[in-house]
């Protein structure tokens, strides 16, 4: 079992930085669009950009923090 | 015999004392497997919402080359991987996250990727977007309000949840397509979450079926002259 366990966190601790960080940096790339495509040259074609942006950055924190939180309570476990 | 008899029983006691702790310890390395599997999954769902960079990727033809030929790869990948971790040649106890029952047939990971695949490939962005959005966050809002609210009030959550996806994609689209699509996309997201079927599993569902409820609504009206598709809401890069 403990075997198990050290091999979940592993695993986790290798897909972590990417759960984490690919999201953010998707929402940085549609915000940077909008603002630049739509929001300097005032189109309006762009706003679903932003919006995507938000969405993502949003949905994605409100799940990442209880996943840090329970990595880091199982690392102090171990 | 006397002296024999109470070395047996300090003996069968200690043993009991020993079974209790070890299953008290055994009991809190599954729960705490339990607890991080459970937020691992709820993440690696959010986390399918940035497939949607697939629709800013420049529009040039060996982009658009590359933008049928990886998705294919990368799926063709995770079927290879199953279909050695279901014939017993990679150890199931790799795979981090699975549910019990995934132990015989295919992990939902690989629902998921085909149900991205065909939505990337077959349907138009304004169909596919949404459904995506679906099974990246009405799903685990699904799964993490069942626990606190009950059914009933989680797939309330998760109707409005997919209903507001619907809106932000179709935003441009005349009222009543809105609030046809909104309400006929939601439904069918709704659905294929809810209803569980033996073997196709409800992250393939969550997407497919708003997506062809959705393809049929607009080829029936297209075959009354009427193109209900707004336009394309992510622009390429």
């Known amino acids: 079992m403990v075997t198990i366990q050290r091999l979940l966190l592993r695993l986790e601790f290798w897909f972590a930085p ?16 909008w603002y630049t495509k739509g929001f300097i040259n005032g189109s309006s074609e762009y706003d679903s950009e932003l919006l995507f942006s938000l969405l993502l950055i949003v949905g994605n924190l409100v799940f990442d923090i209880p996943f840090v939180r329970s990595i880091r309570t199982l690392k102090k476990k171990q | 015999m006397l002296f024999s008899e109470m070395n047996a029983k300090d003996t069968l006691k200690t043993t009991k004392q020993k079974m209790a702790k070890y299953q008290a310890e055994f009991l809190e390395q599954i729960n705490a497997i339990e607890v991080d599997a459970h937020w691992f999954r709820r993440v690696f769902h959010t986390f399918a ?24 790869i990368i799926v063709f990948c995770m079927v290879v991987i199953e279909y050695r971790r279901l014939r017993g040649s990679l150890d199931h106890q790799r795979f981090f996250g699975l549910r019990s029952y995934e132990k015989k047939q295919p992990a939902s990971y690989l629902y998921f990727g085909i149900a991205v695949l065909l939505l990337f490939l077959l349907f138009p962005q304004q169909i596919a977007i949404p459904c995506i959005l679906c099974a990246s966050f009405t799903d685990p809002i ?6 606190h609210l009950g059914k009933k009030k989680a797939y309330a959550i998760g109707f409005i949840m997919s209903l507001l996806f619907f809106l ?25 979450e809810t209803k569980k079927l033996r073997f196709v599993d409800d992250d393939f569902m969550i997407q497919m079926l708003p997506a062809l409820l ?4 607009w080829q029936g009206f297209m075959a009354f002259g009427v193109n209900i598709l707004p336009p394309t809401i992510i622009l390429p890069i």
């Open chain 2, 214 to 217: 959705l393809l049929l609504l």
């Open chain 1, 18 to 33: 990417l759960l984490l960080l690919v999201p953010i940096i998707v929402s940085v790339v549609f915000l940077l669009e």
């Open chain 2, 49 to 72: 919402a940035s497939f949607l960079f697939y629709y800013l990727l420049p529009d040039e033809e060996w982009i658009n080359v590359i933008k049928i030929i990886v998705p294919i």
């Open chain 2, 168 to 192: 932000i994609t179709w935003y441009r689209a005349d009222w009543w397509i809105l609030i046809l699509v909104s309400l006929v996309g939601a439904a069918g997201a709704l659905i294929g």
């Open chain 2, 142 to 147: 699904i799964g993490e309000t069942r626990y």
